[in-house]
């Protein structure tokens, strides 16, 4: 298997972050701890299977030099804006949409907690 058949693996062929899925061509291979966020200097330690998840163009774009929770955090102020929008108020007032309360749980927690429970 290559590296990058490896990192598409991780997920069952998933996004990690959404759970959307994902094949060889329309995967991107996100850096968990993001080079950027890396020691100044050498980076090589960061660019590891170990460090990389499978990501859907979006979740990747989104992401982007973001700790796990800074993304999280990210999540949640996209929804404190569109609640600001007049038209989002006027589908959430006749229940045409609904947004999801708590804490952001990414797909690839939610299988490490089902592998937890099956053990």
């Not at 590296?3 to 329309?26: D, I, N, P, S």
């Not at 163009?57 to 982007?64: A, L, Q």
């Not at 949640?76 to 949409?97: F, H, P």
């Amino acid at each position: 298997m290559t590296e990058r058949e490896l990192v598409l693996a991780k997920t069952g062929g998933h996004c990690a972050y959404c759970g959307c899925h994902l094949t060889l061509k329309t995967m991107q291979e996100d850096h968990v701890i993001p080079l950027r966020r890396g020691d100044k200097g050498d980076k090589s330690h960061l660019d590891v299977l170990s460090n990389k998840m499978p990501a859907c163009r979006s979740c990747n774009y989104y992401k982007s030099d973001m700790t796990l929770d800074q993304f999280r955090e990210r999540m949640d102020l996209m929804i404190q804006n569109l609640e600001r929008n007049s038209t989002v108020k006027a589908l959430l007032r006749y229940g045409k949409i609904a947004f999801t309360r708590g804490p952001v749980e990414f797909y690839f927690e939610k299988l490490q907690k089902e592998s937890t429970h099956d053990d």
